[in-house]
């Protein structure tokens, strides 16, 4: 990248979207600020947006209201050609596109970053005059898009599932090679693979994103009071800070039969997932740090866009899956049952390791450097 270059993220957070896309577009602006650029947020205000929590780390902000121009805020009604997730976005596209506008003409951004499952091509074309390169992060290859480079993070998707979805010169970035990870995961990853080589299950770490609105987590609290866990076995639960059951879970927490912390908006997630023998986690964007070091996974669907992923990694001997909340009492204890022998809890972290290094982000702004040449 060039120094001074101006890049501009479309992206949102919200209780019915979560939090990952705008964490990875953090990790991703976090070292493009390090490559001297100056990065920009639009978010709209949905019910758990994270704007302050944008700013807090020292990005610009631009707010959109979820009230639209004309003085509705019902939502869009979702056209045959419209995308799935169109419900997400509270307004029609070209709303949002002329709301972006007006920021755009202002900020005139060498690139514009787009990371929602509501925008598609359609928007795209409309903000074409106002960005002169577009970066698309996508996971679902279910729309087209009219971009110059095209991330999907995930396994299962190749570079064929967006054949034709993407115009003839768009450069591809398909596979957890390219998975957005913060620094701390590559530096921490020899660390974490290397006390992998005698495993043990007294550390359970528990991490279904930052919303977890079907409060899986008090779930899984409840169905491991059946497993047979040592004596000594502790619990960790991390928690977004505007989780909906955050008080819940805390309650549950307080009767557990294993020392068992509830932690909320942790900084040092990467540090968290060493120290842990077992994560039981959502599946999602966080599957590749736990991949990144090695980390043995009870992973759980908790979104229908979560399951090929899920299935993908699998398939991979990466995790033990329960594809469903209400799977959880009963698969759990076989789950962990199955994880008590330590050939199998060496097995997963094994396969793991293998899926991604880390180092993701930076292959993604040598590709933006280079598509800006």
């Not at 953090?26 to 001297?36: P, Q």
């Not at 925008?119 to 005059?129: G, I």
Request: charged share 25%.
């Amino acid at each position: 990248m060039v120094n001074k270059t101006t890049v501009a993220f479309r992206v949102d957070a919200s209780l019915l979207i979560g939090s990952g896309h705008v964490m990875r577009c953090l990790t991703l602006a976090d070292a493009l600020r390090l490559e001297g650029a100056e990065c920009h947020f639009i978010c709209r205000e949905h019910p758990g947006h994270l704007l302050d929590f944008i700013r807090g780390k020292g990005f610009n902000i631009h707010r959109l209201s979820t009230v639209d121009s004309t003085g509705s805020s019902g939502g869009p009604v979702r056209q045959s050609d419209e995308p799935a997730h169109t419900h997400w976005l509270g307004v029609t596209q070209l709303q949002d596109a002329e709301a972006c506008r007006k920021i755009l003409e202002d900020l005139k951004p060498d690139w514009l970053v787009v990371d929602h499952y509501a925008l598609d091509a359609q928007w795209e074309t409309s903000l074409q005059a106002f960005a002169p390169r577009l970066l698309v992060i996508d996971d679902l290859a279910d729309r087209t898009h009219v971009c110059d480079l095209l991330l999907d993070q995930n396994l299962g998707h190749t570079e064929r599932d967006y054949s034709t979805l993407v115009p003839n010169d768009c450069r591809l970035m398909v596979g957890p090679q390219y998975a957005l990870l913060r620094p701390e995961f590559a530096r921490l990853r020899e660390q974490s693979l290397e006390r992998r080589h005698s495993p043990e299950l007294q550390h359970i770490l528990i991490t279904m994103g930052g919303v977890d609105q079907a409060n899986a987590t008090r779930v899984t609290l409840e169905a491991l009071k059946t497993c047979p866990l040592p004596a000594n076995c502790r619990i960790s639960v991390v928690m977004g800070l505007k989780a909906p059951n955050l008080a819940d879970v805390a309650d549950a927490a307080t009767n557990m039969p294993w020392l068992t912390e509830v932690l909320v908006n942790v900084t040092d997630m990467g540090e968290r997932m060493v120290s842990a023998d077992l994560v039981i986690g959502a599946a999602g964007a966080t599957s590749w740090e736990r991949c990144c070091l090695g980390v043995p996974t009870i992973m759980v669907v908790l979104a229908d866009n979560q399951k090929s992923g899920a299935a993908a990694l699998l398939s991979s001997g990466c995790v033990e899956l329960i594809e469903q909340v209400r799977d959880i009492p009963r698969k759990l204890p076989a789950a962990i049952r199955a994880l008590a022998n330590e050939r199998t809890l060496t097995e997963l972290s094994e396969n793991a390791r293998r899926i991604c290094d880390g180092l993701g982000v930076q292959k993604v702004i040598k590709q933006m450097g280079d598509t800006n040449g």
